[in-house]
């Protein structure tokens, strides 16, 4: 049974379910129509074979109020979408006078293969939506109680005719909002059923959640109830895992450190062993970094930490690489080796190999350290090398911004 | 009604259906089904989602033989494949010991989240499939006349275990060509839809080719024909190429660095300012990097060149900290500072913003120096200031491994 505000993408080409191209249609417009309002029930890639394709469009027509089809418009007997929307909606096709001169008008004079008058055509009744970047126009129209648009397959051509014409179309007939009713956060240095739980344990009436794992970060989206509501759930949220963790908007954590360095007025010198240059890479990911990265060291060997940071030597052997000691030397020695004003270092065990019964696997020692103050916190990882690197990064990220901000942090990372 | 090998890929996620996150699951598993003879009906991104997802699985086990299921597997409400899967096969479910016990010694003896218990679970008599890379371990088994596969979502989980497991299975009950049937090769530094024409010209009869986009390399696959024309397809495309762009195997630029330097017997110093750590992120993801990595340097900012690697002021006075003398200074001064044995240098303007007339973005010089010898090579990029830095890194990892092998990489080098 058909919701309102409800759409399916269907892309048509062999050449998708070959693994040939990779398709892109079924992100781009369903993250184009989930921000305005539709609750997108399928995308699918399907073949160009009649009876797959048929059978995908009446399914398509009786779950959702919106079904965009992308491909199948060319002029070859491959290309089935004209035929295939014109038989759902019982009409014939209609050969169209303007969209042939303007097919002949892109070939400029050069002879047109016959086949090519296949794209002028479109099921009566249905209105063209003129391809600027193409010789394929789309087109749209009703099957049973559903909107179809069918559009061109190359993304040059599709995503100028979705912005330009279709998302318009849409936006009128279903008076969809915008993106403004939803809440968007962050969770960071939280396990994915850690936070489900959070979520699950702050229900507030109405308010619905979803969740998006990046390799830094897990965004969340708080949807539905009204803005009241939302904010309520988001401050549960808050005070359930703590403000270090939970974050208002869509936020990176370099973004986050960045944004403590701006206020500061202060630049960031980074000195990591087990993360390898993963902190260097997350700050100048962002463009504009040189406002507030000054530079880092990879002290990978012992001797990259002796000789570019200055950390006694002694101290490794006494300690260890991945030890309070240690970590703290190779702060403050970025730091007096830098102009920069803060210092960041990082020194663990990523594993597979390289744990021992004392410091197994996923032992992380961070440090922040600015002029005549420095601290240091241990953590302990699980998961897979990448995953330790990963939210080594994270955590000296954060310890980093908390340094700054003057935050009783030893508080604050002590149950990690 | 089912044909023999015909299958259907399911790709389970909200995130997919609105858009957050791109499937890349469709593309992948439909071009590796191709290859062992199937006819790939179709591929489906379907929201968490009880009714949708189960309608989904209900038609996939009419239609296909085989049915491989991505995600849905991890511990939350959300991840619903295990009883779904359940459901329509008409069994319970059934709590695994040795899975729980592989969960745990994943976790290292922190406390585990009861929801996990969830992963240890599969339909009963469905065997499983332990999963090496992360938690949740996949399963098989029958659903009226098909073969579901579970599979995890990530896709550094749920490749290794289609290539290790899923893929020898579906080619021993169906009786397809298996994965000794196939020659992989890694192309480096080549755009995607060159390398398709490339592909496309060395065609040799009874060959297939697949391709897959990583963010440091592509992957290839050539199928079909027998072993001798395989190899002769691959021949054909690496004189097209060259040498240097073309590799057998599927090897990461950090897997061919890390062996040059094995070879030689040297370690590695990086000397970085666009690519901001990126290059010894890359070096230190391969467990055991410690025998060739040394350490580096992110000279981001000037100030970091010039105290960190001895670069001469006057030097990014007149020519700039993107010029062919800035980076053979921070190369040699990195190899000066260090106790390595060869030192890699770049320096470029990634953008978006920084480009002149005479530098545009893209700009990237790289260098590499060893005792008494250096490099440096000049490039231009397109693209994002993500691919840029990526670009970058690639290209100044196999600057390296050539000025390594003594090879007169300049030529190699000049047409790219």
Redesign the interface.
Known sequence: VSRPRTAAVICAGTE?????????H?????????AMGF?????????D?RG?FSE?LARAVK?ARVVVISGGLGPTSDDLTREIVAEAAGVPLEFHDEAWAAIKERFRGRSLPESNRKQAMAPRGFPLLANPNGTAPGFYGMVESALVVALPGPPSELRPLWTSRAAALLAERFDAPGAADVLWGTSLMV????L??AL?DTGVEGVTW????DEDRISFSLRGGDEERRARAFKDLTRHLGPVRIRAGDRKPAELLTQALRGAGV?L??A?S????????W???L????AV?????????N???I??LGVDARILEAAGAVSEQAVLAMAVGALD???AGLAVAVSGIA???GGTAEK???TVWAASARQGDARAVKF?F?????LV?RRSAVASMLLAEAFLGGKGFLDTFANW
């Open positions: 998708l379910t070959e693994g040939i191209i990779q398709d892109t079924v992100r781009f417009l369903s993250s184009e129509l989930t609750t997108v029930v399928r995308g699918v890639q399907v073949p074979n797959l995908e779950d396990p994915e059923s850690a489900e739980e699950r979803g969740t998006r794992v630049t010198v980074t990591e087990c993360t390898g240059g993963l902190l260097g890479k700050m100048t990911d463009p504009g970094s040189t990265y000054w530079g880092g060291i990879v002290a990978y060997s001797e990259a930490k000789r570019l080796r830098s102009g594993g597979p190999d197994p696997v996923g302990s699980a998961g897979s090398r990448d690197r």
